[in-house]
Nanobody, 122 residues
Framework: QVQLVESGGGLVQPGGSLRLSCASSGFTLNYYGMTWVRQAPGKEREGVACISGTDQSTYYVDSVKGRFTLSRDRAKNTMYLHMTNLEPEDTAIYYC???????????????RGQGTQVTVSA
C-alpha cells in the first residue's frame, strides 16, 4: 500500500521545538519534490517548506525562514521538518504531500498523508 504517514506533532510552549517526520511506504519519496503543508482552523492551506527531487534544493515560506529546516533520510525513506522557536501562529495540522514530480509544488494534490497536529501554546 502506497502511503505517507506523519508523526511528531504535539503541544509545545512558544519558543519550543518539534521535529515532524513523514515516512513513506510503497513509494520512494527521495526522487520527488516533497512539501510540508499546514492548515490552521479557519485559514487556507499553506505550503511552508519544500525539497526538490532534482538537486534537493529547499524552499521556505517567509514566515518560517530561519526557524524551520527540511531534510531527508534516504536510507529510511523519510522526510523531516525540524521546527524551532515555535510561535502560536504555527499552530496547525501539518501534512506532507507530493505531486510525484521532481519539482516543488506549493500545495501538492496527488498524494498526501493524514497529518499531525502541532499546537503552540503557553
Amino acid at each position: 500500500q502506497v502511503q505517507l504517514v506523519e508523526s511528531g506533532g504535539g503541544l509545545v510552549q512558544p519558543g519550543g521545538s518539534l521535529r515532524l517526520s513523514c515516512a513513506s511506504s510503497g513509494f520512494t519519496l527521495n526522487y520527488y519534490g516533497m512539501t510540508w503543508v499546514r492548515q490552521a482552523p479557519g485559514k487556507e492551506r499553506e505550503g511552508v517548506a519544500c525539497i526538490s527531487g532534482t538537486d534537493q534544493s529547499t524552499y521556505y515560506v517567509d514566515s518560517v525562514k530561519g526557524r524551520f529546516t527540511l531534510s531527508r533520510d534516504r536510507a529510511k525513506n523519510t522526510m523531516y521538518l525540524h521546527m524551532t522557536n515555535l510561535e502560536p501562529e504555527d499552530t496547525a495540522i501539518y501534512y506532507c504531500a507530493t505531486d510525484r514530480s521532481q519539482g516543488c509544488t506549493e500545495i501538492p494534490e496527488v498524494m498526501r498523508g493524514q497529518g499531525t497536529q502541532v499546537t503552540v501554546s503557553a
